[in-house]
């Protein structure tokens, strides 16, 4: 069963279309009512903890700390408040994250928290695009890629190892989206693109990118890429959502056309799964309008090629059959142009505040 929110109705073509500023108006009051709170961490381990205004998310190896636009407090009250969060998770020695806004109400926020420890990182633009708008947006891939759904551990394995080349290290998520895929599937689909089998060897572009356009910092900000009409010809026919499978083999992948052993010969080595050429997800926000774009990344020799904008679109085709009406993205500087170009707006910014327990 569903828990995506019901549609609210669209709007009458007969009605005049709002300006983009009045739109912005609108989706950043749903964006402070739906997704500031509760529904901000998706991890099914996690506690809730109240604390004021603040909701305070435990349980979990990293904590996270979000609340409303307006605190409600100033001062020496608003230290406390930050104080009180740093000293509950000092007493549970794990790092903490609290995510600010731009257009919070207290200005100084940013400086209390450093005051009390927090580091900020690098900050990020708040996108949000129109559902029906995305859906639009014909999923095309370059000739001989096909995309589909992860669906099982070995695919977040190899989307691991894909990261680690983007990236140049490791960052290990593949177990735990397999923990949520396999808790609540309804709520996420990871999108790969790769070569299609049965289809002839794709070519890599003769010169790519010098910036990493498909890379998002901390896996959270999918960069898009331009597409380009001459090197997508066809819409990828491969993208429907399959479901994942919690109990499907996820040991090594061993080649197809391995040699047979032979009695007294050591087994074939077993081969690290297959790397796909770019990943990304959606999550959906149960009991919201919204659901969010996260964790595009690409091989660099396939970026500017349309793979971000053709899971854009895969993306905001799965979010509208469920009813969906807004798709958001925390974007860095590099990506901000690019998703202008698909139809998303600017909202306002993020900047995470992280304080990390003191060493020993």
């Known amino acids: 069963m569903s828990n995506a929110p019901t549609p609210h109705p669209a709007p009458s073509p007969a ?27 998706a991890d099914p381990r996690a506690r809730v903890e109240h604390d004021g205004p603040l909701v305070r998310f435990t349980g979990v190896e990293t904590g996270y700390i979000t609340g409303p636009r307006d605190l409600g407090v100033e001062g020496d009250a608003l230290d406390a ?17 609290w ?22 990182e690098e900050p990020e633009t708040v996108f949000v695009g129109r559902t029906e708008d995305l859906a639009r947006l014909e999923p095309r891939l370059p000739d001989g890629l096909r995309m589909r759904s992860a669906t099982s551990l070995t ?30 599937p309804e709520n996420m689909t990871v999108l790969l693109v790769e070569p299609d089998p049965e289809a002839a060897p794709a070519t890599t572009p003769r010169t790519t990118r010098s910036y ?12 898009a890429v331009a597409q380009d009409a001459a090197s997508a010809p066809h819409v990828a026919q491969n993208s429907a959502s399959a ?27 077993p081969t690290p799964p297959p790397t796909p050429l770019h990943a990304s997800r959606i999550e959906f926000v149960p009991g919201t309008d919204f659901a ?13 090629r349309g793979l971000y904008r053709a899971t854009v679109a895969t993306r905001a085709r799965i979010a509208a059959a469920r009813g969906v009406r807004y798709l958001q993205v925390d974007a860095s500087a590099d990506s901000a142009p690019i998703l202008r170009r698909l139809g998303f707006l600017e909202l306002t910014t993020t900047t995470p505040y992280i304080w990390t327990p003191p060493a020993g």
């Open 292 to 304: 969010g774009l996260w964790g595009g990344s690409t091989l660099a020799a396939w970026r500017g």
């Open 212 to 223: 990493a356009a498909d890379a998002a910092p901390r896996d959270a900000a999918p960069h």
């Open 15 to 41: 009605e005049p279309s709002p300006s983009d500023e009045e739109l912005r108006r609108t989706l950043l009051a749903a964006y402070d009512a739906q997704l500031r709170g509760e529904n901000e961490f």
């Open 155 to 184: 695919d977040l394995r190899g989307i691991d190892a894909m990261n680690e080349q983007v990236w140049g290290e490791s960052r290990p998520r593949a177990d735990e989206l397999h923990r949520i895929l396999t808790t609540s």
């Open 81 to 97: 408040l930050i104080a009180r969060q740093r000293d509950r998770y000092a007493e549970l020695g794990i790092e903490t994250e």
């Open 243 to 269: 479901p994942y499978d919690a109990k499907r083999d996820a040991r090594p992948h061993v080649a197809q056309d391995a040699a047979p052993a032979t009695p007294g010969s050591a087994s074939p080595a």
């Open 99 to 120: 995510k600010t806004r731009g257009h919070d109400a207290q200005k100084d926020l940013p400086e209390r928290l450093r005051a009390a420890g927090f580091v900020p």
